[in-house]
């Protein structure tokens, strides 16, 4: 506990400004920086090539896809490194919405038991997520059917005819230097699967992050849902997977700009 006081003391002594990223005390407290990566941290970067499409004129300054109504409940992944899944999961279950569709939670245990070209509780990737439900087509059940049991078991198959959601295709780009076409990207094709470098999250209580997350060594796979440019400090809000109990109620919050977390190095955007 000692190391982790020393830890937030150095953290917030870079938040000068009121609406900087605060760390402290948090479910993740007790734990040593090596337990919370092992934990925790356990997607794997994956590699995309550089986004070179158009950038969207005219975009309005805040946006956030909660507003619709079709964002799920922050989720809790508990002691399990299902990241991964639960970031594919929910940008599904948005474009779902998204096309008029009533909101539904859909199967994140799916996605870990059957995903073989993942690890289940051991970490995986969206992109090999997304490559799996658009090659083999299978369709998403909801959470209901298929409930989240925060460790990998045997596959459970459905007919053909059970009903689910079919994800189509992907896109999966790396937005690095052009955050701007990100925010476009997320208007256009609603919330995006990313990856991040959430070392320093172990202490993140809220505001917005500017500092000590930068690094390319990717490990943890989040839903940003929205950003908002408004204020004196644009920012990305990101759904998390760690329960409302954390951060702003589940959710952070990254300056845009500056490829922060490395958060537009590999970015999903799903189609159905």
């Known amino acids: 506990m000692q190391k982790s006081t020393k830890r937030h003391a150095y953290l917030n002594s870079f938040s000068t400004e009121p609406q900087s990223a605060k760390y402290g005390i948090n479910q993740f407290s007790d734990l040593s920086e090596r337990e919370f990566k092992d934990l925790y941290l356990r997607a794997s970067a994956d590699r995309a090539p550089v986004f070179t499409g158009q950038k969207i ?78 090659q083999m087509g299978v369709k998403l059940v909801l959470q209901s059917e298929y409930p989240y049991k925060a460790q990998k078991r045997l596959c459970q198959l459905f007919s053909r005819s059970h009903k689910g959601v079919n994800v189509k295709n992907f896109t999966a780009f790396d937005f690095s230097g052009q955050e701007e076409a990100m925010m476009g990207h997320l208007v256009e094709h609603g919330p995006l699967a990313v990856i991040v470098d959430a070392v320093s999250w172990q202490d993140y209580l809220g505001g917005i992050i500017q500092h000590h997350c930068s690094s390319k060594m990717s490990n943890h796979a989040v839903l940003v849902v929205g950003y908002d440019t408004t204020g004196d400090i644009p920012y990305w809000i990101v759904q998390n997977s760690w329960g409302t109990s954390w951060g702003n109620k589940g959710y952070v919050y990254i300056k845009i700009g500056g490829n922060l977390c490395g958060i537009a190095d590999s970015v999903a955007a799903v189609f159905l």
């Open 57 to 134: 004129k005219g975009l309005p300054a805040r946006f956030d896809w909660r507003d619709n109504a079709v964002v799920g409940p922050v989720q809790n992944q508990q002691a399990c490194g299902s990241c991964w899944a639960f970031s594919v999961v929910g940008a599904v279950q948005s474009v779902h919405a998204i096309g008029s569709s009533p909101l539904v939670e859909l199967s994140v245990q799916q996605v870990l038991d059957c995903s073989f070209q993942n690890n289940g509780c051991d970490g995986g990737t969206p992109i090999n997520a997304l490559k799996w439900l658009t």
